[in-house]
Protein backbone atom coordinates (compact mmCIF):
# COMPACT_ATOMS: atom_id res chain seq x y z
CA UNK A 1 0.00 0.00 0.00
CA UNK A 2 2.91 2.09 0.68
CA UNK A 3 4.47 1.62 -2.33
CA UNK A 4 1.09 2.00 -4.23
CA UNK A 5 0.66 5.74 -2.53
CA UNK A 6 4.12 6.12 -2.88
CA UNK A 7 3.64 6.01 -6.92
CA UNK A 8 0.00 8.10 -7.10
CA UNK A 9 1.89 11.30 -5.34
CA UNK A 10 4.57 10.64 -7.81
CA UNK A 11 1.93 10.79 -10.80
CA UNK A 12 -0.10 13.82 -9.04
CA UNK A 13 2.69 15.94 -8.68
CA UNK A 14 3.58 14.88 -12.42
CA UNK A 15 0.22 15.69 -13.38
CA UNK A 16 0.53 19.20 -10.94
CA UNK A 17 3.78 20.28 -12.81
CA UNK A 18 2.55 19.25 -15.95
CA UNK A 19 -0.57 21.26 -15.25
CA UNK A 20 1.27 24.47 -14.18
CA UNK A 21 3.87 24.36 -17.66
CA UNK A 22 0.31 23.52 -19.94
CA UNK A 23 1.76 26.41 -22.67
CA UNK A 24 5.40 24.33 -22.62
CA UNK A 25 3.87 22.00 -25.32
CA UNK A 26 2.00 23.15 -28.88
CA UNK A 27 3.91 24.97 -31.33
CA UNK A 28 3.52 28.36 -30.99
CA UNK A 29 6.25 30.74 -30.57
CA UNK A 30 6.97 34.32 -29.41
CA UNK A 31 7.30 35.91 -32.37
CA UNK A 32 6.61 40.30 -31.42
CA UNK A 33 8.08 41.43 -28.32
CA UNK A 34 8.16 44.87 -28.11
CA UNK A 35 10.17 44.98 -24.86
CA UNK A 36 13.22 42.46 -25.98
CA UNK A 37 15.46 45.09 -26.25
CA UNK A 38 15.10 46.52 -22.84
CA UNK A 39 18.23 46.59 -20.17
CA UNK A 40 16.25 45.45 -17.32
CA UNK A 41 19.01 45.73 -14.83
CA UNK A 42 18.84 49.70 -16.07
CA UNK A 43 15.01 50.00 -16.41
CA UNK A 44 15.45 53.91 -16.69
CA UNK A 45 11.94 54.75 -16.84
CA UNK A 46 10.53 57.79 -18.69
CA UNK A 47 7.09 59.28 -17.88
CA UNK A 48 5.86 60.88 -20.67
CA UNK A 49 2.67 62.95 -21.88
CA UNK A 50 2.31 63.60 -25.44
CA UNK A 51 -1.32 64.88 -25.75
CA UNK A 52 -1.07 68.14 -23.95
CA UNK A 53 -2.60 71.59 -24.89
CA UNK A 54 -2.39 75.47 -23.85
CA UNK A 55 -3.50 78.68 -24.22
CA UNK A 56 -2.28 78.47 -28.00
CA UNK A 57 -5.03 76.87 -29.02
CA UNK A 58 -8.00 76.29 -26.47
CA UNK A 59 -5.95 75.24 -23.18
CA UNK A 60 -6.98 77.23 -20.02
CA UNK A 61 -2.57 77.20 -18.75
CA UNK A 62 0.18 79.48 -20.68
CA UNK A 63 2.39 76.94 -21.94
CA UNK A 64 5.51 78.01 -19.49
CA UNK A 65 2.86 77.01 -17.31
CA UNK A 66 1.98 73.79 -18.52
CA UNK A 67 5.70 72.99 -18.73
CA UNK A 68 6.51 73.43 -14.73
CA UNK A 69 3.17 71.43 -13.81
CA UNK A 70 4.21 68.40 -15.94
CA UNK A 71 7.92 69.03 -14.19
CA UNK A 72 6.69 69.05 -11.00
CA UNK A 73 5.28 65.97 -11.16
CA UNK A 74 8.64 64.57 -12.62
CA UNK A 75 7.71 63.85 -16.18
CA UNK A 76 10.40 63.47 -18.59
CA UNK A 77 9.36 63.77 -21.77
CA UNK A 78 6.31 66.49 -23.20
CA UNK A 79 4.95 67.09 -26.33
CA UNK A 80 2.59 70.25 -26.38
CA UNK A 81 -0.09 69.34 -29.09
CA UNK A 82 -1.87 72.60 -29.32
CA UNK A 83 -4.68 72.39 -31.79
CA UNK A 84 -3.10 73.14 -35.63
CA UNK A 85 -0.43 75.34 -33.85
CA UNK A 86 3.56 74.68 -33.65
CA UNK A 87 4.17 75.59 -29.62
CA UNK A 88 7.77 74.94 -30.09
CA UNK A 89 10.60 74.83 -29.48
CA UNK A 90 10.04 76.29 -25.59
CA UNK A 91 11.38 79.91 -26.35
CA UNK A 92 7.56 80.91 -25.54
CA UNK A 93 8.27 84.35 -26.07
CA UNK A 94 9.00 84.26 -29.19
CA UNK A 95 5.53 83.30 -29.96
CA UNK A 96 4.27 86.01 -27.41
CA UNK A 97 6.34 88.53 -25.68
CA UNK A 98 4.41 88.10 -22.57
CA UNK A 99 5.07 84.20 -22.27
CA UNK A 100 7.82 82.77 -20.51
CA UNK A 101 10.82 80.86 -21.99
CA UNK A 102 11.50 77.39 -20.47
CA UNK A 103 14.88 75.46 -21.03
CA UNK A 104 14.35 71.38 -21.45
CA UNK A 105 18.18 70.85 -20.75
CA UNK A 106 17.76 72.67 -17.64
CA UNK A 107 14.98 70.77 -16.22
CA UNK A 108 15.93 67.43 -17.27
CA UNK A 109 13.06 67.01 -19.80
CA UNK A 110 12.59 65.85 -23.53
CA UNK A 111 10.79 69.01 -25.18
CA UNK A 112 8.96 66.97 -28.44
CA UNK A 113 7.20 68.82 -31.57
CA UNK A 114 3.86 68.23 -32.63
CA UNK A 115 0.55 69.21 -32.52
CA UNK A 116 -3.15 67.98 -32.77
CA UNK A 117 -4.57 68.11 -36.43
CA UNK A 118 -8.24 68.73 -36.35
CA UNK A 119 -9.05 71.71 -38.45
CA UNK A 120 -11.69 70.28 -40.03
CA UNK A 121 -14.55 69.15 -37.74
CA UNK A 122 -15.91 66.61 -39.63
CA UNK A 123 -12.46 64.19 -39.88
CA UNK A 124 -11.18 62.06 -37.13
CA UNK A 125 -8.09 64.39 -34.56
CA UNK A 126 -5.00 62.87 -35.02
CA UNK A 127 -1.45 63.68 -32.78
CA UNK A 128 1.72 64.30 -35.10
CA UNK A 129 4.99 64.15 -33.02
CA UNK A 130 8.23 64.92 -33.73
CA UNK A 131 6.93 67.19 -36.93
CA UNK A 132 6.45 70.79 -37.60
CA UNK A 133 4.18 70.32 -39.88
CA UNK A 134 0.99 71.96 -39.82
CA UNK A 135 -2.52 71.28 -42.30
CA UNK A 136 -4.51 73.41 -44.43
CA UNK A 137 -7.68 74.44 -43.57
CA UNK A 138 -10.66 71.84 -43.57
CA UNK A 139 -8.46 69.05 -45.06
CA UNK A 140 -8.93 65.64 -44.98
CA UNK A 141 -7.17 62.92 -42.54
CA UNK A 142 -6.35 60.91 -45.83
CA UNK A 143 -4.32 64.09 -47.20
CA UNK A 144 -2.79 65.07 -43.95
CA UNK A 145 -1.06 61.76 -42.94
CA UNK A 146 0.09 61.73 -47.02
CA UNK A 147 1.61 65.01 -46.60
CA UNK A 148 2.57 64.63 -42.84
CA UNK A 149 4.52 61.34 -43.58
CA UNK A 150 6.78 62.79 -46.21
CA UNK A 151 8.63 64.56 -43.29
CA UNK A 152 11.45 62.63 -42.27
CA UNK A 153 11.46 62.12 -38.48
CA UNK A 154 7.10 62.77 -38.23
CA UNK A 155 5.33 59.80 -36.49
CA UNK A 156 1.95 60.01 -34.95
CA UNK A 157 -1.55 58.17 -33.40
CA UNK A 158 -5.25 58.33 -33.75
CA UNK A 159 -6.53 60.77 -31.32
CA UNK A 160 -9.61 59.54 -29.09
CA UNK A 161 -11.32 57.20 -31.36
CA UNK A 162 -13.95 56.93 -29.49
CA UNK A 163 -15.08 59.83 -30.42
CA UNK A 164 -15.90 58.94 -33.71
CA UNK A 165 -16.68 55.23 -33.40
CA UNK A 166 -19.29 53.75 -31.83
CA UNK A 167 -18.98 50.50 -30.61
CA UNK A 168 -22.89 50.00 -30.55
CA UNK A 169 -22.95 50.53 -34.23
CA UNK A 170 -22.60 48.32 -37.26
CA UNK A 171 -20.83 49.50 -39.73
CA UNK A 172 -20.10 48.84 -43.72
CA UNK A 173 -17.26 47.66 -44.99
CA UNK A 174 -15.00 50.95 -45.20
CA UNK A 175 -17.73 53.14 -43.78
CA UNK A 176 -15.68 56.00 -41.97
CA UNK A 177 -15.16 55.88 -38.77
CA UNK A 178 -15.60 52.03 -38.89
CA UNK A 179 -12.56 49.25 -37.72
CA UNK A 180 -12.36 49.07 -41.49
CA UNK A 181 -11.58 51.99 -42.05
CA UNK A 182 -9.11 52.60 -39.37
CA UNK A 183 -7.34 49.06 -40.91
CA UNK A 184 -6.98 50.70 -44.30
CA UNK A 185 -5.07 53.00 -42.52
CA UNK A 186 -2.97 51.11 -40.80
CA UNK A 187 -2.44 48.89 -43.33
CA UNK A 188 -1.01 51.77 -45.41
CA UNK A 189 1.41 53.17 -43.49
CA UNK A 190 4.24 51.42 -41.73
CA UNK A 191 4.09 51.15 -37.75
CA UNK A 192 7.52 53.44 -37.92
CA UNK A 193 5.06 56.20 -39.22
CA UNK A 194 1.86 55.70 -38.26
CA UNK A 195 2.43 54.23 -34.32
CA UNK A 196 -1.23 53.80 -33.10
CA UNK A 197 -4.35 55.39 -31.22
CA UNK A 198 -5.11 56.21 -28.18
CA UNK A 199 -6.59 53.52 -25.26
CA UNK A 200 -7.03 55.96 -22.47
CA UNK A 201 -7.44 59.55 -22.20
CA UNK A 202 -8.04 62.29 -20.11
CA UNK A 203 -10.07 60.41 -17.07
CA UNK A 204 -11.16 56.92 -19.16
CA UNK A 205 -14.57 58.32 -20.31
CA UNK A 206 -13.99 56.64 -23.36
CA UNK A 207 -13.33 52.90 -22.32
CA UNK A 208 -14.59 50.85 -25.31
CA UNK A 209 -11.36 52.25 -27.03
CA UNK A 210 -9.70 49.11 -26.28
CA UNK A 211 -12.11 47.18 -27.65
CA UNK A 212 -11.24 48.52 -30.69
CA UNK A 213 -7.76 48.38 -30.21
CA UNK A 214 -8.23 44.57 -29.24
CA UNK A 215 -10.58 44.34 -33.25
CA UNK A 216 -7.47 46.00 -35.21
CA UNK A 217 -5.14 43.99 -32.77
CA UNK A 218 -7.08 40.53 -33.78
CA UNK A 219 -7.12 41.79 -37.76
CA UNK A 220 -3.33 42.52 -38.44
CA UNK A 221 -0.92 41.26 -35.63
CA UNK A 222 1.64 39.96 -35.50
CA UNK A 223 2.09 41.51 -39.26
CA UNK A 224 1.51 44.85 -38.45
CA UNK A 225 1.62 46.05 -34.72
CA UNK A 226 -0.81 48.84 -33.00
CA UNK A 227 0.92 50.55 -30.20
CA UNK A 228 -1.62 51.95 -27.69
CA UNK A 229 -1.19 55.67 -26.06
CA UNK A 230 -2.92 56.72 -22.95
CA UNK A 231 -2.42 60.99 -22.55
CA UNK A 232 -3.97 63.50 -20.87
CA UNK A 233 -5.45 65.26 -23.31
CA UNK A 234 -4.46 68.59 -21.05
CA UNK A 235 -6.45 71.77 -21.41
CA UNK A 236 -5.47 73.13 -17.83
CA UNK A 237 -7.72 73.87 -14.89
CA UNK A 238 -10.79 74.77 -16.72
CA UNK A 239 -13.64 73.61 -14.91
CA UNK A 240 -11.28 72.03 -12.47
CA UNK A 241 -9.72 69.81 -15.30
CA UNK A 242 -6.79 68.32 -13.80
CA UNK A 243 -3.44 66.05 -15.12
CA UNK A 244 -2.29 62.64 -14.43
CA UNK A 245 -4.78 60.73 -15.76
CA UNK A 246 -3.22 58.95 -18.67
CA UNK A 247 0.58 58.92 -19.46
CA UNK A 248 3.51 56.62 -21.07
CA UNK A 249 6.85 55.06 -19.58
CA UNK A 250 9.58 54.43 -22.15
CA UNK A 251 12.34 52.47 -21.36
CA UNK A 252 15.64 54.53 -22.04
CA UNK A 253 19.06 53.40 -21.98
CA UNK A 254 19.66 58.16 -22.55
CA UNK A 255 16.98 59.98 -21.05
CA UNK A 256 18.49 62.67 -22.72
CA UNK A 257 18.27 61.33 -26.34
CA UNK A 258 15.17 63.06 -28.73
CA UNK A 259 16.38 60.18 -31.34
CA UNK A 260 16.16 57.31 -28.59
CA UNK A 261 12.64 58.66 -27.35
CA UNK A 262 11.19 58.55 -31.02
CA UNK A 263 13.04 54.93 -31.33
CA UNK A 264 11.06 53.88 -28.56
CA UNK A 265 7.39 55.13 -29.97
CA UNK A 266 8.06 53.05 -32.69
CA UNK A 267 8.99 49.96 -31.12
CA UNK A 268 6.29 50.36 -28.58
CA UNK A 269 8.89 49.78 -26.33
CA UNK A 270 6.50 51.99 -23.82
CA UNK A 271 3.87 50.38 -21.95
CA UNK A 272 0.63 52.87 -20.90
CA UNK A 273 -1.00 54.03 -17.39
CA UNK A 274 -4.06 55.26 -16.30
CA UNK A 275 -5.28 56.24 -12.40
CA UNK A 276 -8.00 58.38 -10.91
CA UNK A 277 -6.08 59.53 -8.02
CA UNK A 278 -3.83 62.57 -9.32
CA UNK A 279 -0.79 61.51 -6.75
CA UNK A 280 -0.94 58.13 -7.40
CA UNK A 281 0.85 56.15 -9.99
CA UNK A 282 -0.56 53.14 -11.82
CA UNK A 283 1.47 49.55 -10.80
CA UNK A 284 5.17 49.84 -12.68
CA UNK A 285 6.60 47.22 -14.62
CA UNK A 286 9.94 45.67 -12.99
CA UNK A 287 10.50 43.10 -15.85
CA UNK A 288 9.11 41.14 -18.17
CA UNK A 289 10.49 38.02 -18.47
CA UNK A 290 10.31 35.51 -21.95
CA UNK A 291 11.25 31.88 -21.60
CA UNK A 292 11.30 30.83 -24.92
CA UNK A 293 11.79 26.75 -24.01
CA UNK A 294 9.05 26.68 -21.42
CA UNK A 295 6.79 29.45 -23.91
CA UNK A 296 5.72 31.58 -21.19
CA UNK A 297 5.59 35.89 -20.75
CA UNK A 298 5.72 36.73 -16.92
CA UNK A 299 5.48 40.19 -15.88
CA UNK A 300 6.93 41.52 -12.30
CA UNK A 301 5.35 44.59 -11.10
CA UNK A 302 4.94 46.33 -8.04
CA UNK A 303 2.35 47.61 -6.00
CA UNK A 304 -0.90 45.88 -8.44
CA UNK A 305 -3.76 43.05 -7.47
CA UNK A 306 -4.06 41.35 -10.33
CA UNK A 307 -2.63 40.64 -14.03
CA UNK A 308 -5.22 40.37 -16.85
CA UNK A 309 -4.21 38.81 -20.72
CA UNK A 310 -6.37 39.62 -23.22
CA UNK A 311 -6.20 38.40 -26.74
CA UNK A 312 -9.07 38.94 -29.31
CA UNK A 313 -12.71 39.90 -29.36
CA UNK A 314 -16.19 38.14 -28.54
CA UNK A 315 -19.85 39.02 -27.92
CA UNK A 316 -22.45 40.36 -30.14
CA UNK A 317 -20.11 43.75 -29.96
CA UNK A 318 -16.97 42.39 -30.11
CA UNK A 319 -15.44 43.49 -26.58
CA UNK A 320 -12.00 42.64 -25.71
CA UNK A 321 -12.19 38.93 -24.69
CA UNK A 322 -9.71 38.17 -21.21
CA UNK A 323 -7.77 34.66 -21.58
CA UNK A 324 -5.72 34.65 -19.00
CA UNK A 325 -5.33 36.01 -15.41
CA UNK A 326 -1.92 35.54 -13.41
CA UNK A 327 1.46 36.81 -13.23
CA UNK A 328 2.87 34.13 -16.30
CA UNK A 329 0.69 33.41 -19.84
CA UNK A 330 2.07 30.33 -21.48
CA UNK A 331 1.29 30.31 -24.92
CA UNK A 332 2.94 27.19 -26.53
CA UNK A 333 -0.82 25.77 -26.97
CA UNK A 334 -2.41 29.06 -28.07
CA UNK A 335 -4.49 29.60 -31.02
CA UNK A 336 -4.74 33.74 -30.94
CA UNK A 337 -2.12 35.76 -32.83
CA UNK A 338 -1.22 37.85 -29.79
CA UNK A 339 -1.54 38.67 -26.24
CA UNK A 340 -1.72 41.91 -23.86
CA UNK A 341 -1.54 42.63 -20.56
CA UNK A 342 -3.14 44.62 -18.18
CA UNK A 343 -1.63 44.73 -14.48
CA UNK A 344 -4.69 46.21 -11.94
CA UNK A 345 -4.16 47.53 -8.66
CA UNK A 346 -7.82 48.63 -8.84
CA UNK A 347 -10.81 48.75 -11.35
CA UNK A 348 -13.05 51.15 -9.46
CA UNK A 349 -13.93 54.72 -10.53
CA UNK A 350 -12.88 56.12 -7.74
CA UNK A 351 -9.57 54.39 -7.41
CA UNK A 352 -8.58 53.10 -10.55
CA UNK A 353 -4.89 52.41 -11.26
CA UNK A 354 -4.03 50.09 -14.32
CA UNK A 355 -1.30 49.64 -16.72
CA UNK A 356 -1.14 48.21 -20.37
CA UNK A 357 1.43 46.64 -21.92
CA UNK A 358 1.62 46.53 -25.80
CA UNK A 359 0.85 43.49 -27.33
CA UNK A 360 3.15 40.48 -28.30
CA UNK A 361 2.95 38.64 -31.66
CA UNK A 362 2.60 35.07 -31.98
CA UNK A 363 3.29 32.48 -34.99
CA UNK A 364 3.33 28.70 -35.68
CA UNK A 365 6.97 27.10 -35.57
CA UNK A 366 7.41 24.86 -38.50
CA UNK A 367 7.43 21.29 -38.52
Known amino acids: MKKLFGLSLILIMMLTLSACQGGSTGNTVLVLNPY ?3 DWSQNVQVLASLHTHTTHSD ?4 PHEVVDFYHAFGYGALAITDHDRIT ?3 TFSDIRPEWEDRDPEALGMLAI ?3 EYHDNPNEHHFVGLFTEYLAEPNQAIETTLEALFTQPQAVG ?3 HPERYWRIFKTYEEGEVFSPSWYRAFFEQYP ?4 LGMEIINRQNARPYQRDLWDQLLTELMPERPIWGFGVDDFHGDRLGERMGWGFTYHFMTNPSSLDEFRETLMQGRFYIGFTAIETEDSP ?3 SIIVNARLRYIEIRATDYQEIRWYSGVEGEFNTSRRVHTGVRFYYGAFTGDYVRAEIVRSDRATDAAISYTQPFGFGQEEE
Not at 59 to 62: D, E, F, I, N, P
Not at 191 to 194: D, T
Open 88 to 90: YPW
Open 113 to 115: PGN
Open 191 to 194: VEQL
Open 284 to 286: RIE
Open 157 to 159: FFA
Open 36 to 38: ADV
Open 59 to 62: GAAL
